[in-house]
C-alpha cells in the first residue's frame, strides 16, 4: 500500500529553519509529482509547492524566496526546507502525491510546524 511519513516539524522562532522530509513508498517514487500542503487551525488546507517528476518546482506566491521544494529519488523522498519562517507558516504539513487522477490523492499523517517566541 501507499504510505507517506512526513517528520522535521516542531517549534522554532520566527526568522527561523526547518527542514520537513517526506518518505513514501507503494509508488514508483521516480515518476510522480510530490507536494506539500499546509493547514493552519480554522483554515482549509492550502498548497506550499510542488515538485514534477523532473524536478521542476512551484510555489506558492508567499512562501516564493524562503520555501525550497527538492526531491531524492535515490531514497524515495521529498524534501520542503522552510526558511525565514513566520507566525502566519503555523500549520500541520501535508505531504501529498496523486500518481494517477482515477482515484484520490494520498497524503501523509501530517506534521506540526509551530513558528512563535
Known amino acids: 500500500q501507499v504510505q507517506l511519513v512526513e517528520s522535521g516539524g516542531g517549534l522554532v522562532q520566527p526568522g527561523g529553519s526547518l527542514r520537513l522530509s517526506c518518505v513514501v513508498s507503494?509508488?514508483?517514487?521516480?515518476?510522480?509529482?510530490m507536494g506539500w500542503y499546509r493547514q493552519a487551525p480554522g483554515k482549509q488546507r492550502e498548497l506550499v509547492a510542488l515538485i514534477s517528476s523532473g524536478g521542476s518546482p512551484n510555489y506558492e506566491d508567499s512562501v516564493k524566496g524562503r520555501f525550497s521544494i527538492s526531491r531524492d529519488n535515490a531514497k524515495d523522498t521529498v524534501y520542503l526546507q522552510m526558511n525565514s519562517l513566520q507566525p502566519e507558516d503555523t500549520a500541520v504539513y501535508y505531504c501529498?502525491?496523486?500518481?494517477?487522477?482515477?482515484?484520490?490523492?494520498?497524503w501523509g499523517q501530517g506534521t506540526q510546524v509551530t513558528v512563535s517566541s
Open positions: 507503494g509508488i514508483i517514487f521516480s515518476k510522480n509529482a
Open positions: 501529498w502525491t496523486r500518481p494517477t487522477y482515477l482515484r484520490p490523492p494520498y
